[in-house]
């Protein structure tokens, strides 16, 4: 791939912001630029000192006055949900066996799991999402399609087959064999594959038996390194189903610890209803509660208290959740997110927030060397963001008077037009533009 130098303003993470005022937690440069070679950046700095490095004949993209950050993570997704976003349900579980249990079976034929997985990364970056950790359906054919067409991008995403043997329709379950064998050739095929890793993926307790449960402990004991991803503790209904299914548990979270399924790269999704003991056990076992604001409102299911995980020092991310989420936007999941903390006197600062969404993202699921920020080394995966991409942004900008507000500006009223441009491994890949 031929060297390049993107300029714009730069804003790059180095550590979770201790509060609105923490400058030292981030770099943002006003005239920076980032020399892009082979997939990744070479070097980062002001425009003055890249292009003094550079050849003289190398190319300059200029997207000044535009901010340039690394690409969008999202952490909980769901590929074959695509066509179940706004369904109208009173509950989760209503919501499932409703409209998502009827979708995901449509993804046993490997051509519509095919044309969908196009559709899906093309959403993902037309959102400024550049990794995702998704869960696909029941189906090898699902995680096949997802995979190969991210290897075909060269995108770096997460995805799993889905386990779940129970409590679903016939032909949206497997057993607790089937389950490893197709989750162990899964790992054969694509794990490390380009930039592709494969995640163990219990959908969650309600539709796993013990027996799968145990399928899924083997195989991350003969895997440590992979990503576990799953739901905890989203809905009350959902609790309550649960503790009937395992009536020997403590509680809900000590199901994943009883299967040894809590570890420091073990995703669960929503985890809202967690008591004392529950985010003890998560916090001591580092693994990652993963906000959905968008669908934790729109299914009704709770408001996630962040003041308190943080207090137990649960270690914690935020996603999308489509298609129980509303928006692939991380910028509306961010605004939601905002209005969560909003309803709880918890002040959720701008600054955190894109901190979220980035590199804190990409430290849940353990990348920050490799994606999340603008390091030298790291992976070309970048966002140019503008904070005025329609009349009423742009309106609002005139009075715009720092990076916080430009910030909580693109936090508010941004959405997808608001991403001017993304790259994926260094290549300018947007949907609309390519």
């Known amino acids: ?109 490997r051509e519509h799991a095919e044309r969908f997985a196009g559709l899906f990364f093309d959403e993902l970056l037309r959102h400024g999402t550049t990794t995702a950790s998704a869960f696909c359906s029941v189906h090898p054919a699902s995680a096949d399609a997802f995979f190969e067409t991210a290897c075909q991008r060269k995108l770096m995403m997460i995805g799993g087959k889905v386990m779940m043997d129970r409590n679903a329709p016939g032909k949206l379950t497997d057993t607790p ?51 576990i991803q799953t739901h905890l503790s989203e809905n009350d209904a959902e609790i309550e189903l649960t503790m009937k299914l395992y009536p020997e548990a403590k509680d809900y979270t000590d199901i994943y610890a009883h299967y040894g399924l809590l570890g420091r790269k073990t995703l669960l999704g929503h985890a809202i209803h967690l008591s004392d003991r529950e985010m003890g056990a998560i916090a001591e076992a580092g693994s990652i509660a993963v906000h959905c604001p968008t669908s934790n409102l729109f299914l009704g299911s709770g408001l996630f208290d962040l003041k308190r995980i943080d207090a137990h020092n649960v270690r914690v991310a935020v996603a999308t959740d489509i298609g129980g989420g509303t928006s692939y936007s991380m910028l509306r999941t961010l605004d939601e997110a905002y209005k969560i903390q909003q309803l709880q006197k918890n002040r959720l600062s701008p600054i955190e927030s894109f901190w979220w969404a980035t590199r804190g993202n990409a430290e849940a699921l353990g990348l920050e060397k490799r994606i999340g920020t603008l390091a030298a080394g790291t992976d070309a995966d970048l966002i140019v963001l503008d904070s005025g991409s329609t009349p009423t942004m742009a309106i609002r900008k005139e009075t715009v008077g720092s990076l916080e507000e430009e910030l909580f500006l693109l936090q508010t009223m941004g959405d997808d037009r608001s991403i001017r441009e993304v790259y994926v491994a260094g290549r300018a890949s947007h949907p609309d533009r390519r």
């Not at 509060?19 to 630029?33: H, I, L, M, P, V």
């Not at 002001?46 to 950050?69: K, N, S, Y």
């Open 177 to 227: 064999e089937s389950s490893y064998e197709d989750t162990k050739k899964l790992i054969s095929r694509w794990h490390g594959r380009g930039r592709s890793l494969v995640a163990i993926t219990p959908r969650f307790a309600i539709t796993s038996t013990p027996e799968q449960l145990e399928m899924a402990q083997t195989l991350a004991g003969e895997f440590p390194d992979l990503h």
């Open 1 to 109: 791939m031929t060297a390049k130098i993107l300029r714009g303003r730069l804003l790059s993470f180095v550590s979770r912001p201790a509060d609105r005022a923490d400058t030292a937690s981030y770099f943002y440069e006003e005239d920076g630029a980032l020399l892009i070679a082979e997939g990744r950046i070479a070097s980062c700095g002001t425009f003055q000192d890249i292009r003094g490095e550079a050849a003289d004949d190398i190319e300059v993209i200029d997207h000044r006055p535009h901010l340039i950050m690394p690409g969008f993570i999202d952490p909980h997704i769901h590929f074959p949900q695509m066509q179940v976003v706004s369904s109208y349900a009173a509950s989760l579980l209503e919501w499932l066996n409703t409209y998502t249990f009827v979708e995901e079976q449509r993804f046993a034929g």
